[in-house]
Every structure is written in C-alpha cells, then in structure tokens.
C-alpha cells in the first residue's frame, strides 16, 4: 500500500522540479527587453505552428537584419502562419477553419521597447498582440522617410529597390496593373564617402525568355532601361551619397526577370545585381466590355466571345491576359499555378497567355502566316522591336482589331463576293443550327460585309439568329472556310469544322455557344 505522506512529498518536489525547469526556460527580464529583428519566431495559441515576423516598415539593420517596429502589425503582411487557424469562433459558426493568412486581424503591438527607429518604436521580446481573426487582404505600407544616420555605411556602397513607394527585397514579384500601367520603381543608389567607388553606373535590365513549340516562335526580349538606343544615357550615374531613379519605362510594356546593374564607373564590369520579377494582372470582364463599347469594337459582336473562347476567360470574372488563372498538370496533380522565377509550368501565374504555336494575350495575337511565309516582314520587325501587345491588354487588342480583325473582314468580303458571283447573287434560303445560334441567309451587322445585306433573302427573327456572313468571317478568323461553295443554282454546303493534331475544332460552335 503507497505512504500518502511520501507520495505527497513526491508530488511537491516534482511541482518544483516543473517550476524551476519552467523558469530556466523563460527569458530573463532582460531578455525580455531585447530588441526584435526580421524573422523573429512567433507564437500564437491558435496557429498550428510558429510563425515568422516580416519586417516591412523601415529600412534600419542590425547584424545585417531589419529592426522590427509597432509598424510591422499590418496583419498578414507582417505576420507569417502556415496552416489553419484554430480560433475556437470557427466550430462555433460550423465553417471550416480557414488558412492563417487569410484571417489575420491584429490590434497595435503592446508592450513595447523605447527606442525608436524611423519614427517608429521597437519590438522587443516581451511585446504582444492580439488577433480577432477575420476575413480581410492586407498591403504594406509606406516607410516613414527621415535622414537616416549613414555612418556604418561609409565605406560601402548599397542598392535599394522600391516598388509602389515600398521597399523589396530580391527575388520578389511586382505587377503590371490591370489598368494596364507599368510598375513604380524606384531605385536608390548610396555611395559611402570612403567607399572606394566615388561613382558607379547602374541600369534596370529586363528580360523574357520563352520557349515556344517551336524555335521560330521562340522569345528572347530584352530592353534596358534606360537605352542608349532610344537616344538617351545608357546608363544612370550614382556620385557619393544618395541617388535616387524612379525608372522610365518609356511608354514599353515588359516583364519577365527584371535586374539592377551596378557598373564600375569605366563601365567595363558590372560589380553586383539585384534580381527581382514583372508579372501581370488582368482586366475585369466588366472593364474589357466598357473598353471595347467605348472604342466602337462591341459592332463586331463575334470579337468579345472570341477574346473570351481563346484566352480561356469564359469561366473566369476576368480576361486572362495573362495566366492567372492558371491550371497545370493532370488528375491528382493538377493544381493552380503560383508566382514563381521561372515563369513556367506550376510557376507560370502572371506570365503571358501564350498558345501554341505563336499566340499571345487575351486575343492570342498570333503572326505565325506572316512568320513563317515571312511576309508583312516590316510590320513583324517593329512587333518585335516593341512586343508591347504581349504585355498591355489594350495594344493586343487593337492589333487584333486593327490589324488582324481588319485582314479577315477583307478576305471574308472577297471570298463572299466570289462566291455570290457564282449564283448571280441569289442564294436559296437556308439555315445552319451552330449551338445557341443558328445562321440564315439574313441581313449581318458587322461593319464591311453589310454591303452584302441587300443579296440577303432571309430575315433575322430573333437575337439568336445570325447571318451566315458572320459564320463565314467567324471561321476564317481561326482557319478555313465555313462556306464551301455556292452553285450557280444558289445552293450552299458547308464544312463546320477544320482539323488540328487529328482533332475536329466546331470554332463557328464554339463562338456561339458563349453566352456573354
């Protein structure tokens, strides 16, 4: 039988074997006042496990790391969680828990050191904070500019990036807007008064490599910034002190792998880099709609269905200009694609929507003909010297209304008037069903075939009616004829489809069955 004193006197000492052991393990009070850096770990009781503290809100290290401020509580812009949130309000709303980082809402840091950096005071070991998790995105805030104190700096020279007002590091990922407008980059360059460089050369190079199906269709763009080849400086000085560049993209539009070049003042070495990557945003439906309604290009009503069936957009609120979004693989592997380096495959989100073999953006603006037969060559040599059509929403679509629309429209109007001719303009009345439309020999609305209206025995009943002018232009924008030929008794036949890698493509189908 166990001695009730001795087990007692057990428990009391293991107690305070705990409680001793619990305090060996506890930071010192000063400890406690120590001061945060970049990377600090976190805890929260909620998290599946520690998290990481981001430093966004000033510029000032210590043994090479960022100070962290009252300024780095901008949710999960500044704090860092995998997994989900284990907040007991979830279970309570029967909802699944959600991801940490989409839920992030935090109350100012407490407890807080006195030292202040930028205008703003630091974290130390003992400051807190708390979170009432919710559904909301965060964005990084601006740093609070004053005259930093620049003498650990003297000797050296460093290089700063900022993107929108807000610094980066390497490695991250700016964005061409969906407006579409460049990214704001700023790049600063300070020269210490005993560094021995007492003046350096700096530029922002950017390129996007491309491998297509094939060769010709491959792309190795690359511009610098700024360019002697545009009759400015090839390069950007920085003297001693501080130089400041918001870049000037000139009016191009490029993404891909962006770097800044630090030259040595004879430019015969470039001394160190600072890598970092241009992606995409797309356009809203709703925006592409009132852009093309303002520009006149909704009269071509096939158009906007066509933006939508090639670029893949017709499920998506926006117009994929670029990859995002962006399914890969197959089966179980298969998974959305994210911001990565290498743009391609599951790293492809914000690259531009290439199909093969030479098609790129929303309107898959694709000039393997004149490639290949290696006609319109002087067109083709000022696309490729501004590709811009590849990057802004707005240049692919007027190429493709300007240029390609405008092509088309004038072989559909040869090839219809050739074929009219044959039957002495008179066509025997006919319909063909293609999905949620069907096609008469009906007056059409689309501007440069209407002068063909009056040969038009038909009449368009309802909205879903179409002229067989249109399934005409329709198909030949993609490839081949819909109208195979007319009689000289007015009788029309019809093929419906081409062949592509042994598959049948209905396009004239395809077209009309998108509701939008």
């Avoid at 109350?107 to 708390?130: A, C, D, H, M, R």
């Avoid at 003498?151 to 700063?160: F, Q």
């Avoid at 007027?398 to 008179?426: F, G, H, R, V």
């Amino acid at each position: 039988m166990e001695d009730q004193n001795t087990s007692a006197h057990d428990r009391k000492l293991s107690e305070k074997r705990a409680e001793k052991q619990k305090k060996a393990n506890e930071d010192s009070p000063l400890e406690k006042r120590e001061m945060v850096l970049h990377g600090a770990k976190l805890k929260c009781p909620y998290a599946q496990a520690p998290g990481k503290l981001k430093v966004t809100s000033n510029e000032i290290n210590l043994q090479d790391k960022l100070f962290a401020t009252e300024g780095d509580g901008n949710n999960m812009v500044n704090l860092k969680f995998k997994g989900t949130c284990g907040h007991p309000k979830w279970p309570a709303k029967n909802m699944s828990p959600p991801p940490c980082m989409s839920v992030i809402k935090l109350s100012p840091w407490q407890n807080l050191g006195s030292t202040v950096v930028q205008k703003q005071t630091v974290l130390v070991k003992e400051s807190f904070i708390f979170c009432d998790p919710t559904p909301n995105v965060a964005f990084a805030k601006p740093i609070p500019m004053e005259d930093r104190i620049l003498a650990l700096l003297d000797d050296v020279y460093t290089v700063s990036v900022y993107y929108n007002d807000v610094k980066i590091d390497p490695e991250s990922f700016v964005f061409i807007s969906s407006e579409p407008a460049m990214p704001k980059i700023r790049i600063e360059v300070y020269i210490g008064k005993d560094c021995i460089h007492k003046s350096l050369r700096f530029r922002l190079k950017t390129e996007f490599k491309f491998t297509a199906s094939a060769t010709l269709y491959d792309r190795n763009d690359v511009d610098y910034f700024p360019a002697k080849s545009d009759g400015g400086n090839a390069f950007m000085i920085a003297n001693k002190g501080k130089t400041k560049w918001d870049v000037d993209f000139r009016g191009l539009f490029r993404g891909g792998t962006a770097t800044v070049e630090i030259w040595n003042e004879a430019k015969t070495s470039v001394l160190s880099s600072f890598q970092f990557y241009i992606r995409g945003k797309n356009p809203t439906k709703e925006v592409i709609k009132k852009y093309m309604n303002d520009k006149g290009y909704l009269k071509y009503w096939p158009v906007y269905r066509m933006i939508l069936h090639e670029s893949g957009s017709e499920f998506h609120p926006v117009v994929r200009q670029f990859w995002d979004p962006e399914f890969v693989g197959k089966g179980e592997s298969r998974k959305e694609a994210v911001y990565g380096p290498s743009g391609r495959v599951y790293e492809s989100k914000g690259i531009p929507n290439y199909g093969e073999p030479d098609g790129w953006g929303m309107c898959q603006i694709d000039f393997t003909y004149e490639k290949r037969e290696k006609t319109d060559q002087d067109y083709i040599t000022r696309i490729n010297k501004n590709p811009n059509y590849i990057w802004n929403w707005k240049e692919n679509l007027s190429i493709k209304m300007d240029k390609k629309i405008s092509d088309k429209l004038d072989a559909a109007k040869k090839y219809l008037e050739k074929l009219l001719k044959k039957c002495n303009y008179s066509v025997k009345p006919t319909e063909q069903k293609e999905g949620n439309l069907t096609y008469k020999w009906c007056p059409t609305t689309i501007p440069g075939l209407s002068h063909l209206n009056r040969y038009m025995p038909q009449k368009a009943d309802n909205s879903s009616v179409k002229s067989l002018l249109d399934a005409e232009f329709i198909k030949l924008y993609n490839g081949g004829h819909y109208l195979s030929n007319i009689d000289s008794n007015g009788n029309a036949t019809f093929k419906n489809y081409e062949e592509y890698k042994g598959i049948k493509i209905y396009y004239v189908k395809k077209i009309s069955d998108i509701n939008e």
